[in-house]
């Protein structure tokens, strides 16, 4: 997705609304989270783990690759939370490439979201006021985005610890599917017994550091992974409830098409019966 980094040039008379849908998402069965959702995500979805260069958090969406179960086909958001990485959209802080300062981020959106115009023929916000300056309700978006900025910092810091105590190990999903066997792999939980058999020393760093908070938040959200299933079930069920409506739709059109032929006929004989009576 493109990123444009917000002036006062160029935006100065600028407007965003608010996200439509949630379509955007429909490929994310896992997303970012932070250490400060733990507490709304642990009674809605698995927490899980993922390695790249480094650990990170995120919550499982999907139980297949590429398929997010917390929207409809309409992109409405169907579960109790939805995680800030969405809802700060469409602004992000990303870092300026033309910037000396490394870990210095500048406000943007993200363009393709078709948020953030020059005009919009419905109500929209401003993102500057009158005197050059980000407007009230920007200030507060650009806080929620700094406030993300920091708890990811602390967030990392508790992932650290957590990949140091060596309790995290390999997870795989399997589900049987009508079209074949579908697996969710690359994910990772914690390990119950490698953490309770950890040195007081160790389970310290973790307990200081917030990582404890992200094993015991992952474990316990794992009975979550019903509440998934059950979004399976929801989408299949809606799908097969589309599928009888586009079958009774087609069936409805072939009649209404055979009444018309039909009703045609009668009327061209109709006609034709005019015709001849016209012609004795």
Known sequence: MKITPISKEIHKNWSYVGLQDFKHTSKDSVVPILMAEIVRLVTTNPIVFLKDKNLGLYSLQGLTPERNLLIDRNGKWLNEYIPARYRSLPFVLARDGRSKKKD?????????????????ENKSTKIFNDKSELSEDMKRVFEFLNSIEKNEQLTQIALRAVEESDVIEDWEISLKLADGEKKLSGLKKVNIDKLKSLSDKSLGILNKTGGLDLCFASYYSINNLEKLKNFVILHS????????????ETIRDKTL???????????DNLVKDLLLDDEI
């Open 257 to 267: 098409k055979k009444q018309k032929a039909a009703k045609k006929l009668e009327m």
């Open 237 to 248: 069920n809606s799908q097969n409830q589309s599928n009888e409506k586009n079958q009774i």
């Open 104 to 120: 210095e981020k500048i406000l943007c959106y993200i363009d393709d979201l078709n948020c953030v115009a020059e005009n919009f």
